[in-house]
């Protein structure tokens, strides 16, 4: 069965400093990764995912997140926050090697708060 | 594209009552989720469709919920009679096949629910 575990219930930074947001997953075989950003009263936005090849993923708003297959991590980094990257922050994974099969695995959800 | 479009955005009703959740799908995805989201609970997966067919429907809570997908372009999810545990957000999200991406889901905006 695949998983995802999100350990911190809550990520506290300071403005302009770097933000990183941990993820770890459980899969039988290879990954697909993703990250999802929800604010207040909005559904889930997709932010980056990885499939293949670059460990290194860019996405949306100046956000990253590096594959570590070693690690079994995947987590979202930011070189440095805004107040308005405060919001609840979703991995989720999914087993590619589980022939159509559509359905993620969802932490979860981290809050970042970005202190002014 | 519009999105996944999903209505009401906000219910409010009573206990005993019956509520219709509604979801339009993005033209060409083959998969629909609905989720539930609470604070207790987090995100859980409640059913999801494959070409209009239920998948799996294990995380739908009890016989009061029901889901339906009549075509490509329609989902219904209905609680009959409501009880205010069932107050929560509730999203409809599609995806591609499997073997046409990577899987990633696009979410509405939701539903919340209250019963009072």
């Known amino acids: 069965a695949q998983s995802v575990a999100q350990p911190e219930d809550q990520v506290n930074v300071a403005e302009g400093n770097p933000l990183t947001v941990k993820c770890t997953y459980s899969?039988?075989?290879?990954?697909?990764l993703f990250w999802y950003v929800q604010y207040p009263n909005r559904g889930l936005q997709f932010l980056l995912k990885?499939?293949?090849?670059?460990?290194l993923v860019k996405g949306s708003y100046g956000f990253e997140a590096e594959f570590n297959k070693s690690q079994t991590s995947f987590h979202l980094k930011k070189p440095s926050a805004l107040v308005s990257d405060s919001a609840l922050y979703f991995c989720a994974v999914r087993d590619r090697g589980v022939g159509g099969n559509n359905r993620l695995a969802f932490g979860k959800g981290n809050q970042v708060v970005v202190i002014p | 594209d519009a999105g996944v479009i999903q209505s009401p955005r906000h219910e409010v009703t009573e206990m005993g009552q019956e509520v219709t959740l509604r979801c339009k799908p993005i033209s060409g995805h083959d998969y629909l989720f609905w989720y539930r989201q609470t604070m207790m609970r987090g995100l859980e997966l409640l059913i999801y469709?494959?070409?209009?067919?239920?998948?799996?429907d294990s995380g739908m809570p009890e016989d009061r919920f029901s889901a339906k997908m009549p075509n490509a372009s329609f989902s219904t999810l209905k609680i009959q009679p409501s009880e205010p545990r069932d107050s929560a957000v509730y999203f409809c999200?599609?995806?591609?096949?499997?073997?046409?991406?990577?899987?990633?889901?696009?979410f509405g905006e939701g539903s919340r629910l209250t019963v009072l």
């Open positions: 469709f494959n070409n209009n067919v239920p998948i799996d």
């Open positions: 990885y499939i293949t090849g670059d460990n």
């Open positions: 899969v039988s075989g290879n990954p697909y």
């Open positions: 999200a599609s995806s591609l096949a499997a073997g046409q991406g990577s899987g990633e889901l696009f």
